[in-house]
């Protein structure tokens, strides 16, 4: 697989936007099904690795693998409780050439450069995706991450979001904003799992921007949270088994 990817972008890059344009989209929310008990989206994060973000488990380098990571998301797509990924422009590129992304929605990380462990952390600046860059890749919206916290690093990304909210919102795109609670520590960036702090930090967030019409929360659980990457790299290595176990919890808590 990997073999064939590196030959098709060594020899032919324009097959990349054309296996972009060709993929079959569906909409955002389809009609929900009675039995679930009303309309959700389950995505799968795939992001992770363009923040430098390798570990799982007591594995430091779990998901540096490329070919192994596409293997992993490929199982995870082909699920059917799946409904679409969230990445960067390398990950995305290669799923459709894959042709795994037809019927899924898309969404494009936009900012990265909040590199883990590193002294700019919160300085999380984009490095990734542009609105302008989303429409022509033809995906279904833009996905960016805030910490808010006690300094000026944490208020230019802010800042920022607030702008590509903006720049989303022009073109029609819903901006998927992750909100996160931090505080530095010991000069390292740490996220607040209580409640309160994550309340405080979403109404912050909520109003950024001059629009909330395309404005899409993405919230962690607080309570006993899971990195979401341990869905692509459980313990038992059963990855449809996983992800199936998650997709049964979204459809269940779905709104009523």
Request: proline share 4%; with cysteine.
């Amino acid at each position: 697989m990997l073999a064939r990817l590196t030959e098709i972008r060594a020899t032919d890059p324009e097959a990349v936007g054309k296996a972009l344009a060709k993929r079959r989209r569906r909409s955002l929310l389809q009609s929900p099904q009675k039995s679930q008990g009303g309309a959700s989206v389950f995505l799968v994060a795939a992001d992770h690795p363009a923040r430098g973000v390798l570990k799982v488990g007591a594995d430091p380098m779990a998901m540096a693998d490329r070919g192994e990571l596409l293997q992993r998301l490929l199982t995870a797509l082909s699920r059917p409780g799946v409904d679409g990924i969230l990445g960067t422009a390398d990950i995305i590129d290669d799923l459709a050439l894959l042709g795994a992304l037809d019927g899924k929605i898309v969404f494009g990380s936009m900012n990265r450069g909040g590199l883990t462990g590193f002294r700019f952390e919160l300085d999380d600046r984009f490095t990734a995706y542009t609105a302008d860059g989303l429409v022509a890749a033809g995906l279904d919206g833009g996905k960016m991450m805030v910490r808010v916290a006690d300094e000026p690093e944490a208020l230019r990304t802010l800042a920022a979001c607030a702008h590509a909210i903006d720049e989303l919102a022009a073109r029609k795109l819903p901006a998927m904003i992750e909100v996160l609670a931090s505080e530095l520590e010991d000069g390292r960036v740490r996220n607040r799992a209580d409640a309160d702090s994550l309340i405080r930090a979403i109404t912050i967030v909520s109003g950024l921007g001059t629009t909330s019409a395309y404005l899409w929360s993405k919230l962690p659980v607080v309570d006993e949270l899971v990195a979401g990457r341990t869905l692509l790299y459980p313990k038992d290595g059963d990855v449809a088994r996983a992800v199936d176990a998650a997709a049964a919890i979204v459809a269940t808590r779905a709104p009523r």
